[in-house]
């Protein structure tokens, strides 16, 4: 760093005023004080320059020295960062542990890769190949599952030259070179740096046609979100919002899964590191930490970080994405980093508008959200990035700022139900108030992939749940004994639904995931059930003789006996056995 | 050399403003004495160019602009500590109330404190005994857990923090523990309260009590939890202790940081609370915890009177985004005169699903919980229909349901202020009386732990 005069001027929290020389570049990256704490520029106006910084500022005094550099906020791309967890400026944790102890100290910089490790390489290309941007020049076994492809940068191209033979390098070392058309030669290493703040180029995106499966009955039947597409969770506390992320983050078939808590609780991603080391890919049988990427920015760690983590999340996942990787981004909780904006821009002075927040906020989601997609990378793959983002509704409320602006970016709604979590049913994922716009989308999949008649079945028993909700008004006034045989019959098909189908106990051995085919199973006995007791109301065969005979709360068991192996002939039978039962009993 | 600087340039609130002063950083600790030789003590809050400005801790009654002198110390402020801070009494901003001299430091700590590495966290797992039936049942304490009190004014929530001073224990009784006690912006009565009831425990000996009463000013509320936690850090982390931090009231503390955040001209949010009371507020709870190589732990159970009894009030609506989950007091049950008033459905354990069953305390101890939630759960849907049609028209399963609700208010959750259960006979009392119910009403349990517990007929 060249010697410059640039000084604090003053301190306001983590807002900084630069002074002594031209405003520096807008979102440039610089270290701030005697002990270079990293900042960013948020705002200039002649000779003076606003830096929000992302580590506490205690200690900084005026006329510190403060060092610009020319880059805008990047992090270091390359392999080594799965298993890894960073902070939200993508510094590594367990080394800055090992550093400074289990507290975190300021001004440590170190870079997210590890730049001792020797990783095998293997090299796809030869000496005077034409290269482009995007196109994979190097192959790594990251880890058991995932093979790190290293692209060429997006803006480069010519031709390869002084390749190196297939080996063992560090991520610095430099592979190769690419000599563009005025002989201007560009090294070529296993690590880039990308700025976090710009979306990473692709060739095209695509329709988004397949689901991120998830083994959730809730999800994968009633609401599911396409490889590609972005879901919100919004939630009161309590409700499960974490528990839901923590699921999918488990169960889903995405190839990587970058959880992002953004000031959240530490114990939380305390919890995502035990579990995730212990707990197998149901799809490969490796380690879930093997495919997973933490980035850990607490509820108690500095604001400007948190404001900065899901751009370090996105930029993480959109480079896997680029390999040709299926991504699934976890974001608890969106409402954190919208308070990180709102409190900087307090403290800049800025006009607030609804609630405080600044007005750009719906412009910030918006270029969030957007990020995600199914894309055509620039090596001609397929990779997408899936975000789920939890929103924290201040009090529940959905009418407020975050919620209502993240709806208008996301086109799966998973809306969290407090009275749901109070009686204890999780997922608490409210079936009346939830959507999913892309099941259209992705229809032609499920009956290729669940089988045929799914979406008949899916549509039924919306319309089950649907009739019990409306039936259930009239049940709160007058007892549902009143009620007459066919709409009993709807309320103990939906209890049935609800307790055994929506509800699942993610802590339950095997209930935790349930694969598609056994989802399909499910629903399958549970309209047989309801069809055939239909016939039996219809020749007035008082249903309270078929509930007497078990059979509506032995479907209730019938995920776990699922899970234990037990076939569909089985419940099919124990169906047939209860309705001739009553049948032999009325002749 | 001590510079001093003459005279201040503008006062509001507790802010003060000083002009022409370089050199200071942020976050330090000014010293500010007054012409008759008072001695205040002030933080540097903003620096602006060569104008800064400070909070003062004790207030600006009586500052004179032009007759005082500032000093500025060049540190942060700390805190003095060694083990003899056990037993002792303090004001809000660590200075001795009870006569004694001042503690003679082995270390001095920045009250602030540092975040715990998420690498180095401990997931806890290791449950608290409270003794009391509503709590461990089914919002289990765990020790490096927040577990707050969202209660009302006039509840009795004082009672049931005594309560599980008096009786929490672990499973392993061997372990050092402490108590810090921490009170913001409480009455005098409510400090003599816990102060008597330690006394007469004997734990007084290993209580550290930071007390600022109602009429102290607001300043000082704003560090005394964070001379408390400093407090509890030290010795849980260096001494080995295992530290239940009591922190009652937080919504004085909320509304002193709204006080102080509106003298300072900031834009306000909701209710006029500052917009980084989330952030604040995670500064004070997530210095609860557990850590990799440390023996101690520190455990907090913050006390809160929801204002109007309105949980989506910012107050305990951040907190609960911010805690391991909340015990919610009820005035229903208050009003019925159950003690303690513990509301079942609304209370939480986040943490309690990885401390209990099998190998921490018994098999059943989940299933049980679950079922309790569900079917009480099932009372409350009972007895709303049974306001509009009344009891007798109810269906036999909903009658039976209403019976349960009454029993388990009476017999479960109601108990003696000083009658302290076993764990034991907790979860034996919830099997009794789920037993009133028939068994294919408990969907949530396993049938292997009906078949061992169920006590019923059917």
Same mark, same amino acid.
């Given at each position: 760093m060249e010697t410059n005069n640039y000084y604090i001027y003053g301190v306001n929290g983590p807002v900084i005023t630069v002074r002594g020389g031209r405003s520096l570049p807008m979102m440039s990256l610089v270290y701030v004080g005697n002990v270079r704490i990293p900042g960013e520029v948020v705002s200039a106006s002649g000779n003076t320059t606003i830096v929000q910084v992302y580590e506490d500022s205690s200690g900084l005094s005026k006329d510190q020295p403060v060092f610009p550099t020319d880059k805008p906020m990047s992090v270091l791309l390359g392999p080594?960062?799965?298993s890894n967890i960073y902070d939200g400026i993508a510094r590594p944790l367990r080394r800055i542990s090992e550093m400074a102890g289990s507290f975190i100290a300021k001004g440590i910089t170190l870079p997210a890769l590890d730049m001792e490790k020797l990783w095998d390489v293997k090299l796809d290309v030869k000496e005077g190949m034409d290269a482009s941007g995007g196109m994979v020049f190097a192959r790594t076994q990251e880890s058991d599952a995932i093979e790190h492809r290293s692209m060429v940068p997006p803006d480069l191209q010519g031709k390869f030259t002084e390749v190196k033979p297939d080996g063992q390098y560090k991520?610095?070392?430099?592979?190769a070179y690419i000599v563009d058309e005025r002989g201007k030669k560009y090294p070529l290493t296993l690590a880039q740096e990308w700025p976090i703040r710009r979306s990473r180029p692709c060739a095209k995106r695509l329709p988004i046609t397949r689901p991120l499966v998830t083994g959730q009955r809730v999800i994968d039947t009633l609401f599911p979100v396409g490889k590609g597409g972005c879901a919100a969770i919004p939630g009161p506390f309590g409700a499960g919002k974490t528990m839901v992320q923590h699921q999918l983050a488990k169960?889903?078939?995405?190839?990587i899964i970058v959880y992002l808590g953004c000031g959240e609780r530490g114990n939380e991603m305390t919890q995502v590191l035990d579990e995730f080391a212990e707990l197998k890919d149901p799809l490969t049988g490796h380690p879930l930490m093997e495919r997973t990427i933490l980035i850990a920015n607490t509820s108690n760690m500095p604001v400007a970080a948190r404001e900065a983590s899901i751009y370090t999340g996105m930029t993480i996942a959109e480079y896997y994405r680029d390999m040709g990787y299926h991504v699934a981004l976890m974001a608890d909780s969106t409402s954190r980093w919208a308070e990180a904006l709102r409190e900087i821009s307090g403290r800049l002075e800025e006009m607030p508008a609804e609630e405080s927040f600044p007005a750009y906020l719906p412009s910030r989601l918006a270029g969030f959200y957007e990020r995600a997609g199914y894309m055509e990378t620039l090596s001609g793959l397929e990779g997408s990035v899936t975000v789920i983002g939890a929103v924290s509704p201040q009090g529940g409320d959905f009418s407020e700022p975050v919620t209502q602006n993240t709806k208008r970016f996301i086109r799966t709604f998973w809306a969290l139900d407090r009275s749901l979590a109070y009686a204890r049913h999780f997922p608490a994922i409210n079936w009346t108030t939830s959507y999913s716009e892309y099941f259209t989308d992705i229809k032609g999949w499920y009956e290729d992939n669940f089988g045929s008649g799914f979406t008949r079945m899916r549509q039924q028993i919306i319309d089950i749940l649907g009739k019990e909700s409306s039936l259930m008004e009239i049940v709160k006034l007058i007892g549902s004994d009143v009620l007459p045989d066919d709409q009993k019959l709807i309320i103990e098909t939906a209890k049935v639904l609800r307790q055994g189908y929506l509800q699942q106990n993610a802590f339950h051995k095997t209930d935790t995931y349930m694969s598609p085919a056994n989802q399909m199973v499910m629903l399958e006995v549970i309209l047989y059930l309801y069809d055939e007791a239909k016939k039996l109301t219809t020749k007035s065969i008082p249903l309270n003789q078929l509930v007497d005979t078990g059979i509506f709360s032995a479907l209730y068991r019938m995920k776990f006996d699922l899970g234990e192996g037990q076939t569909k002939d089985y419940f099919i039978k124990l169906v047939d056995d209860s309705i001739s039962k009553v049948i032999a009993r009325n002749e | 050399m001590r510079i001093e600087y003459t005279g201040l340039s503008e006062m509001q609130g507790s802010i003060v403003a000083l002009e022409g002063v370089t050199g200071v950083s942020y976050d330090e600790l000014a010293e500010i004495t007054l012409d008759g030789g008072e001695r205040r003590y002030g933080r540097v809050i903003k620096i602006d160019g060569e104008k800064v400005v400070l909070q003062v801790f004790e207030g600006t009654v009586g500052l004179d602009m032009e007759h005082v002198n500032t000093h500025f110390t060049g540190r942060p402020i700390t805190l003095p500590l060694s083990k003899e801070i056990l037993g002792r009494i303090f004001d809000g901003s660590g200075k001795p109330l009870d006569g004694l001299r001042e503690v003679f430091p082995d270390e001095r700590r920045d009250i602030n404190g540092s975040a715990i590495n998420p690498v180095s966290r401990k997931y806890p797992r290791s449950c608290i005994l409270t003794g009391i039936s509503s709590i461990d049942a089914t919002s289990t304490l765990i020790r490096g857990q927040k577990l707050p009190i969202f209660s009302g004014a006039g509840m009795s929530h004082n009672e049931l923090a005594a309560q599980i001073v008096r009786q929490a224990q672990t499973m392993d009784q061997s372990e050092e523990f402490a108590i810090v006690f921490c009170a913001m912006g409480v009455k005098n009565d409510t400090a003599e309260f816990f102060k008597k009831d330690f006394q007469e425990s004997g734990a007084l000996g290993r209580v550290v009590m930071y007390l600022n009463m109602a009429s102290d000013p607001i300043i000082e509320r704003i560090l005394a939890p964070r001379c408390a936690l400093t407090a509890a850090e030290y010795l849980a982390f260096y001494h080995g202790y295992h530290v239940l931090v009591i922190l009652t009231d937080m919504s004085s503390y909320c509304e002193a940081l709204r006080e102080f955040s509106s003298s300072k001209g900031e834009i306000p949010s909701r209710k006029g609370f500052p917009s980084y009371m989330y952030s604040d507020l995670a500064s004070l709870y997530e210095r609860a915890g557990m850590i990799y190589g440390e023996k101690g732990s520190v455990t907090q159970v913050p006390i809160l009177t929801m204002p109007n009894d309105d949980?989506?009030?910012p107050i305990p609506d951040l907190t609960g985004y911010i805690t391991e989950g909340q015990i919610v007091l009820s005035r229903d049950l208050e009003q019925k005169g %159950?003690? !303690?008033?513990?509301? %079942?459905? !609304?209370s939480l354990s986040r943490l309690m699903k990885d401390g209990t069953g099998e190998g921490y305390t018994r098999e059943d101890h989940a299933d049980l919980s679950n079922q309790l939630f569900a079917s009480y759960s099932a009372v409350t849907d009972a007895r709303s229909l049974a306001s509009v049609?009344?009891?007798?028209?109810?269906?036999e399963i909903d009658k039976l349901y209403v019976e349960f609700g009454k029993r388990l208010e009476a017999e479960f959750i109601t108990q003696g202020i000083r009658e302290n259960r076993t764990l034991e006979q907790t979860l034996d009392l919830g099997w009794k009386l789920l037993s009133m119910l028939p068994r294919a009403e408990l969907g949530r349990v396993s049938d292997k732990m009906l078949d061992k517990y169920y006590q019923g007929s059917k």
């Open positions: 080594g960062m799965l991520v610095t070392d430099v592979l169960w889903s078939d995405a190839d | 949980i989506s009030h %159950i003690y !303690p008033p513990v509301a %079942i459905l !609304p049609i009344g009891e007798d028209e109810l269906s």
